[in-house]
C-alpha cells in the first residue's frame, strides 16, 4: 500500500515551491505526468519517501541543467502533438467513410424464405433460403459486383461493358449476360456452379489459383480442401427445386435421389447397395427434410433415422 507523507513533507515541499518558481514549472511536469498513470495502478505501488527524494534530488539541480537534459523531450512535444491529431483525425475519416460504404450497400437476408431481388441493372437474383446478398445501391459502368454466402439463381442482365461478378469466401464467377446458380455455403466442403444459359468463368482463391470455364450444362465443383475446379455436365433434375418448388423422380434409382437430397437439404446420407439400388417415381413437393422422408418411407420398404445433418436409410425388416 501506499503511505501517505506527513505534514512536515508536505509543507517542506510548498515552501521549497514558493521560494523558487523553477520548482514550480517542474511540480507542473509532475502532476502532468501523473494524469497519464492509472491511479488504482499508481497507488499501489508507489512509496512516497522514496518518491520524496527523488523529487528532492531534481529540486537540487539548476534549471539550465534540467532544461538542457529534457531539451529533446520538449522538442518532440509538439510533434507528439501533431501526430495525436493526424491520427484521430485519421480515424474520424475513417470511420466516416465506413459509414458511408455501409450506408452505400444492400444486405439481403433471406432466413426461413426463398427471395426474389432486382438488381440495379435489371439482373434479377433468386436466393435460397439461409442465405444473404450483398450489393451496392447503384452500379457504376465499368463495375458490377455482388457478394453472396449461400445460394442463388442468377439471371443476368446483358448489354453491358463490364462484367457481372459473383463473390464468395473462397471464389469468384465472372458473366456477361447468363444464367446460372451458385451454391457456396460457409459449412459446406465445396462451390458448386451450374449453368442454364451461356459461360461462366470460375476461380477460387486459394494460393494457387484455377479459373475454369462452365458451360451451358455444365457444372463446376470447387472442393474448398483440395483448390481444384472440376467441371462436367450436370444431370441432376432437381438441383433447382428449391427454386421451382417441384422435385420429379421418373424410376430414379435411390443413389441418384440422395445426390439430390444432400445437395438441397445440405445433409449426408448413408445406406447400403440394397437401398440405393432401389428406383422411385412420383412428383414432390420441396419441403422439409423430415417431410420427403416420411412421403419416402411410405412409397419404399426402408427405416430412417435422421439425426441432424446425418440421415441413414435401410431396408425395412419385415415382421
Request: aromatic share 8%; proline share 3%.
Given at each position: 500500500m501506499c503511505r501517505k507523507h506527513s505534514d512536515e513533507q508536505r509543507?517542506?515541499?510548498?515552501?521549497?515551491?514558493?521560494?523558487?518558481?523553477?520548482?514550480?514549472?517542474?511540480?507542473?511536469?509532475?502532476?502532468?505526468?501523473?494524469?497519464?498513470?492509472?491511479?488504482?495502478?499508481?497507488?499501489?505501488?508507489?512509496?512516497?519517501?522514496?518518491?520524496?527524494?527523488?523529487?528532492s534530488q531534481k529540486i537540487a539541480v539548476p534549471l539550465d541543467q534540467r532544461l538542457k537534459k529534457s531539451s529533446r523531450k520538449i522538442y518532440w512535444k509538439p510533434i507528439a502533438a501533431s501526430l495525436a491529431i493526424f491520427f484521430v483525425l485519421a480515424a474520424a475519416f475513417?470511420?466516416?467513410?465506413?459509414?458511408?460504404?455501409?450506408?452505400?450497400f444492400v444486405i439481403i437476408e433471406s432466413n426461413q424464405h426463398v427471395e426474389q431481388v432486382n438488381l440495379?441493372?435489371?439482373?434479377?437474383?433468386?436466393?435460397?433460403?439461409?442465405?444473404?446478398?450483398?450489393?451496392p445501391k447503384g452500379f457504376n459502368k465499368n463495375k458490377r459486383e455482388v457478394e453472396l454466402e449461400g445460394e442463388a439463381y442468377f439471371e443476368v442482365a446483358d448489354?453491358?461493358?463490364?462484367?457481372?461478378?459473383?463473390?464468395?469466401?473462397?471464389?469468384?464467377?465472372?458473366?456477361?449476360?447468363d444464367e446460372f446458380s451458385i451454391c457456396s455455403y460457409r459449412e459446406v466442403d465445396h462451390v458448386q456452379v451450374m449453368v442454364d444459359k451461356g459461360e461462366v468463368l470460375l476461380q477460387n482463391f486459394c494460393i494457387f489459383k484455377?479459373?475454369?470455364?462452365?458451360?451451358?450444362?455444365?457444372?463446376?465443383?470447387?472442393?474448398?480442401?483440395?483448390?481444384?475446379?472440376?467441371?462436367?455436365?450436370?444431370?441432376?433434375?432437381?438441383?433447382?427445386?428449391?427454386?421451382?418448388?417441384?422435385?420429379?423422380?421418373?424410376?430414379?434409382?435411390?443413389?441418384s435421389v440422395f445426390q439430390s437430397l444432400e445437395h438441397l437439404y445440405h445433409v449426408k446420407i448413408t445406406s447400403?447397395?440394397?437401398?440405393?439400388?432401389?428406383?422411385?417415381?412420383?412428383?414432390?413437393n420441396y419441403c422439409t427434410l423430415d417431410n420427403f422422408l416420411k412421403e419416402l418411407k411410405g412409397k419404399l420398404p426402408v427405416h430412417i433415422v435422421h439425426h441432424g445433418d446425418s440421415v441413414n436409410i435401410q431396408l425395412a425388416r419385415r415382421l
Open positions: 509543507a517542506a515541499f510548498e515552501k521549497q515551491i514558493e521560494n523558487n518558481p523553477e520548482h514550480e514549472m517542474l511540480n507542473d511536469e509532475l502532476k502532468g505526468l501523473m494524469d497519464y498513470v492509472p491511479r488504482s495502478k499508481f497507488m499501489h505501488q508507489c512509496d512516497i519517501d522514496e518518491a520524496w527524494q527523488g523529487v475513417s470511420f466516416l467513410s465506413n459509414k458511408n460504404d455501409v450506408d452505400a440495379p441493372d435489371g439482373s434479377k437474383v433468386t436466393l435460397n433460403k439461409h442465405s444473404t446478398l450483398t450489393y448489354g453491358y461493358k463490364s462484367s457481372f461478378v459473383v463473390e464468395t469466401k473462397t471464389a469468384r464467377v465472372k458473366s456477361a449476360g484455377d479459373t475454369a470455364p462452365v458451360a451451358a450444362g455444365n457444372c463446376a465443383v470447387y472442393m474448398k480442401n483440395k483448390g481444384d475446379i472440376n467441371v462436367a455436365a450436370h444431370q441432376d433434375p432437381n438441383y433447382l427445386a428449391w427454386k421451382s418448388g417441384k422435385m420429379v423422380f421418373d424410376n430414379t434409382d435411390l443413389a447400403d447397395t440394397l437401398v440405393r439400388n432401389l428406383h422411385l417415381s412420383g412428383s414432390f
